[in-house]
């Protein structure tokens, strides 16, 4: 089995493994920086798992930015009350930063 890392970043948590390219809200970088993240939650290096209250000491993992602002679906939420008239609508599109996973440590 190989080394992986569960990280938090952007209030959500993602599974990661070294070489994978993931997409998550968006980091105010460039592209081409490195980026090393310590809200590790668990680190496994394929034997062992070390789990964090909250986070494993230690740990990091370093993503190397490829895009950093990449727009996602746009998702539309539409309130409306029948026969009052009234309707609303709004829209919103989430930004993204993707990055792909260098090293975990």
């Known amino acids: 089995m190989e080394a992986y890392a569960v990280l938090e970043t952007g209030g959500k948590q993602v599974l990661v493994k070294a ?5 998550i809200e968006k980091l105010s970088v460039n592209e081409g920086d490195e980026v090393a993240l310590d809200t590790v939650c668990a680190v496994s290096d394929g034997t062992t798992l070390k789990v964090g209250a909250p986070y494993v000491e230690g740990a990091k993992v370093t993503l190397t930015i490829v895009a950093p ?3 996602g679906e746009k998702v539309i939420n539409f309130k409306a009350k029948r026969r009052k ?3 609303r609508t709004v829209g919103h599109r989430q930004q993204y930063t993707v990055a792909t996973v260098k090293a975990i440590a």
């Open 19 to 23: 070489g994978d390219t993931i997409e």
């Open 69 to 71: 602002a990449k727009k």
């Open 85 to 87: 008239g009234y309707r």
